[in-house]
């Protein structure tokens, strides 16, 4: 008898970001995915850029050398949500195959951190990476909502929320 495989709460963090993401998709019409303004950018493009670090994080992570400056900035990701969403899938699918065992292992990022600066390697672990991603995730998240209102969209209230805030949120209300 197999014992059941339990996702570690870091991963869980990443895929559960990446779920609100697809709750985004399924709330806008596909016109509304690429649209752009003078003042902003697309919803299409913000979501690329947070699915662009993931795919950085799961390319880099055999070789212990995840280059977020590397990123593929795939334009016709951004601006189909049906390539989106199946580049997501895959993309969280790569997330649940992380080995748990590697969770706290050493990597190094590689990331320009000023400007006029070149890219510099900083000592990192996959654990504190995953947590970057679901936060940076939500971070643009946090943006797109504001963006889905100004259109008539109503979302979850609690899809833009931090899980600190969440867990603050829950108590206080008790």
């Known amino acids: 008898m197999s014992a059941v495989h339990e996702i570690p709460v870091s991963i869980q963090g990443c895929l ?3 779920e609100r993401c697809d709750k985004i998709l399924d709330a806008i019409a596909d016109e509304m995915f690429a649209r752009e303004r003078p ?3 697309s919803i299409g493009a913000h979501l690329r850029h947070a699915l662009d670090h993931i795919v950085c994080f799961v390319r880099g992570l055999p070789e212990g050398i995840v280059d977020y400056d590397g990123r593929d900035r795939d334009e016709a990701i951004e ?3 049906q390539l989106f969403r ?3 899938h895959e993309s969280m699918d790569a997330l649940r195959s992380v080995p748990t065992e590697r969770l706290g292992d ?3 990022i590689r990331q320009t951190v000023s400007l006029d600066s070149e890219p510099v390697l900083l000592g990192s672990t996959v654990e504190r990476e995953l947590e ?3 936060s940076h995730t939500i971070h643009h998240i946090a943006i797109l909502v504001q963006f889905c209102r100004e259109e008539g969209v109503e979302l979850a209230e ?3 929320l931090a899980y600190s805030t969440s867990a603050y949120l829950k108590t ?3």
């Open 16 to 18: 559960q970001a990446c």
């Open 39 to 41: 003042d902003r950018q």
């Open 79 to 81: 601006r189909d949500p």
């Open 86 to 88: 199946k580049a997501l």
């Open 106 to 108: 050493a990597i190094q």
């Open 132 to 134: 970057f991603l679901s």
């Open 158 to 160: 609690d899809i833009a």
């Open 172 to 174: 206080t209300a008790q």
